[in-house]
């Protein structure tokens, strides 16, 4: 366990230092990159909480950082008022444009890119079991979006 903390809080350190430079933390950029990644670039809060593995208040307060900036708007569910969804606006798209390269290229050359492929295929699929059993709620299928709300 101490040498994947190593590990790990290394390759934090190295991409909090690249994002920072383009003036987002490490957990927007979480809460952007799912949002990116989700159908419609949206997710209702309680999952993108789950997800992110924030709290509830965690999740508001990092959305209303976001929304702050032009980066995320809030849209209510129509069916049911205790639901809300983080959207990803369009210079949130513009800022994942700018700082996904360079955190690309970061990834290759102190992660992905010191393993061999086929070292590489068997640390994402133990990383997979490991990630599944013990946050399960971390995969992007558990989201719905505002149109699936709409339709409830």
Known sequence: ???FTEAFTGLTARASEQLARHGISLVEF???IRLARSPQSQLRMTDLAAQTQLTT???????D???????????ACPTDRRSSF????DAGRARMAEVLPGHLELIEHWFTGLLAPDQLAQMLDA???VRDAVRPEATSGAARTASECAAR
């Open 1 to 3: 366990m101490g040498l």
């Open 127 to 129: 990383l997979r079991v």
């Open 86 to 89: 983080a959207v990803l606006t």
């Open 57 to 63: 208040s965690g999740i508001t307060r990092v959305v």
């Open 30 to 32: 979480e809460v952007l």
């Open 65 to 75: 950082r976001l929304e702050r900036t032009g980066l995320v708007c809030r849209q």
